[in-house]
């Protein structure tokens, strides 16, 4: 018995030493000594770390079914969420029909800063001054922060310290542009509140009119949009209006050949600088972004880009760059094929940093976190 022991480690020893690990007869000798210590070691070798690896992708997709958020998310903690909110923003919407395209700014502002979390709705305070309170934030209108904090308040009444103020938001903006004849997608619930809302986090995450087409895409691919998303984001411009300062230096001593932006559509600039005549002693003065529809979410913000009716110098761009431009004409094109990509991206806006857990609260209120912040 020994002396046969013996014989097949000499020939197992004589078969490695003969066979190439890299040559396919080795796959062959090794399955025919299968019932060998080594391959036996070989195997348990193998499967110790597949096996630890098919727990940990169990514990992986487990967790991120339990922190999946969810279109129902409030169907039996908030019955009456949704229509709560829908009731609150069609008021207000018809009292003041700028909300629409105000919900829809503060809600991009929201989540290019520190994700998808409420912040931006928090007021400054002796302690910290918030995100409301950056420059680039100054000009965000008070009809899109009153709409929610009407929607909390009554939501707060019906079921207290549930529906989150981030959820609020991200409901309300896809129902306003819906109501003004944008296109539906699905909104998923189950956000939390964050914590943090700093005017020192907001420098270089916002678009700003005085950015070239390079920085622009670079703040948006640095959030995981592509050229083509943000494209179809920059279509939210066919509702709302901008402040004169953002766009008075295509009005007013452009360049040393010309004041006026040579590429506005000459009877548009005069328009402009007609109505933007005295906006240094008014900083409030604005104008509409789409001349033509501009309380109706549709494609006219790109149709106007080629016709030399495009606001900013931003739009000027977004028509020039190479990068950008067949996209425009796109959507210039074809209406359906915007809506389509619109409604992709703004599902993907929604889900920019959201907070879950730990990493967030239910607000009280939505200007204030639950618990004062004592330091920046």
Avoid at 31 to 58: D, E
Avoid at 173 to 185: A, E, I, N, Q
Avoid at 351 to 373: M, P, S
Wanted: hydrophobic fraction near 40%.
């Amino acid at each position: 018995m020994i002396e046969e022991r013996e014989r097949e480690r000499e020939e197992l020893k004589t078969t490695k030493q003969s066979i190439s690990p890299f040559s396919l007869a080795n796959t062959k000798q090794i399955y025919h000594n299968s019932f060998s210590f080594a391959f036996h070691q070989t195997l348990f070798k193998m499967a110790v770390p597949l096996l630890l690896s098919i727990v940990l992708v169990f514990s992986l997709t487990s967790f991120s079914a339990e922190s999946r958020l969810s279109t129902t998310y409030y169907s039996r903690k908030c019955p009456r969420f949704q229509q709560i909110v829908l009731d609150t923003i069609t008021n207000k919407q018809i009292t003041s029909p700028t909300t629409a395209a105000g919900t829809l700014r503060l809600f991009f502002h929201d989540c290019m800063i520190e994700g998808c979390d409420a912040s931006v709705l928090i007021s400054s305070n002796s302690f910290n001054t918030a995100e409301r309170d950056a420059d680039i934030n100054h000009s965000l209108p008070g009809d899109a922060f009153d709409v929610v904090v009407r929607a909390k308040i009554a939501l707060e009444l019906e079921c207290p310290g549930i529906v989150s103020c981030s959820d609020i938001l991200a409901l309300a903006t896809r129902d306003l542009v819906t109501m003004v004849g944008g296109p539906f997608y699905q909104v998923y619930l189950g956000r939390k509140d964050g914590f943090i809302s700093k005017a020192t986090n907001v420098e270089g995450k916002l678009p700003k009119s005085t950015m070239g087409m390079n920085e622009i895409i670079n703040l948006f691919t640095a959030k995981g949009f592509s050229i083509q998303e943000m494209v179809a984001l920059s279509g939210a411009h066919t509702i709302g209006f901008s402040h004169c300062k953002e766009f008075a230096n295509r009005l007013f001593n452009y360049s040393k050949y010309s004041s006026v932006d040579p590429t506005l559509n000459p009877r548009y600039a005069d328009g402009l600088k007609r109505a933007c005549a005295n906006y240094k002693s008014n900083p409030e003065i604005s104008t509409f972004n789409d001349l033509m529809t501009p309380n109706k979410f549709d494609n006219k913000y790109y149709q106007n880009l080629p016709r030399g009716l495009g606001l900013l110098a931003t739009d000027r761009a977004m028509i020039e760059d190479l990068r950008t431009r067949p996209f425009a004409l796109k959507y210039a094109y074809n209406q359906t094929v915007f809506f389509e990509d619109f409604a992709r991206a703004m599902q993907k806006l929604s889900l920019v940093g959201v907070k879950q857990g730990r990493w967030g609260e239910i607000r009280r209120r939505c200007d204030a976190f639950n618990y004062i912040k004592t330091s920046n």
